[in-house]
C-alpha cells in the first residue's frame, strides 16, 4: 500500500502562507489528488448512521475513481448520492464515483454525494476527529482527518477553502 498524505502542519501554513484561508482548512494529496476538507457532521444519541463531507478534485489529465472508504468510527462506509425524487428525499449506494479534472466533487450536507458512515461506533460529537480512509482506482489509498463540525461551519470552512 503506498499512502502518501501531507502532514496536516505542511498544509496548514502553505495555505496561511501562500492563500491566505482560513485557519481550519486541511487537506491531503494523493499524486494528483486533492481531498480538501474532509468533515462530519454530529449525531444525536442513537443515530444509527453519519454523514461525511470532502472535496476531491484532480490536477492531471485522467479522471480519479473512488471506489471505497473505511473509518475505524464506523463498521463500513459507503459512497451515497442523495436525489429527489417526488418531493422525497432518496439515498442510494454507489458503487463507485469519478472525479474528472473538469468538475471536481463537492461534498456538502443536504444533498447530493456524500459518504455513509453505516453503523457508527458511536455518536459524532462536535470538536471530534477521526481517521478516514479512501481507496482510488489505480491511486491507491489515502488517510484523511475527518473534523465533526455543525453543517454551517465544515460547508463555510469548506468554501473558504478554493484557492484556484
Ligand atoms: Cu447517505
Do not use: C
Request: without cysteine.
Amino acid at each position: 500500500m503506498t499512502l502518501r498524505l501531507l502532514p496536516l502542519v505542511a498544509a496548514g501554513l502553505l495555505a496561511a502562507t501562500v492563500f491566505a484561508t482560513p485557519a481550519l482548512a486541511h487537506e491531503a494529496q494523493l499524486d494528483d489528488v486533492r481531498i480538501a476538507h474532509p468533515f462530519a457532521t454530529p449525531t444525536p444519541p442513537g443515530a444509527p448512521n453519519g454523514g461525511a463531507y470532502l472535496d476531491i478534485s484532480v490536477a492531471g489529465d485522467s479522471p480519479a475513481m473512488l471506489i471505497g472508504a473505511r473509518s475505524p468510527a464506523s463498521d463500513s462506509v459507503e459512497i451515497h448520492d442523495m436525489t429527489m425524487n417526488d418531493g422525497v428525499m432518496q439515498m442510494r449506494p454507489l458503487e463507485k464515483l469519478e472525479v474528472t479534472p473538469d468538475s471536481p466533487v463537492r461534498m456538502r450536507p443536504g444533498g447530493g454525494h456524500h459518504l455513509m458512515l453505516m453503523a457508527l461506533s458511536e455518536p459524532l460529537a462536535e470538536g471530534d476527529t477521526f481517521p478516514l480512509t479512501l481507496e482510488f482506482a489505480q491511486r491507491g489509498e489515502i488517510e484523511v482527518d475527518v473534523w465533526v463540525q455543525r453543517a454551517d461551519e465544515g460547508s463555510e470552512a469548506a468554501d473558504g477553502h478554493h484557492d484556484h
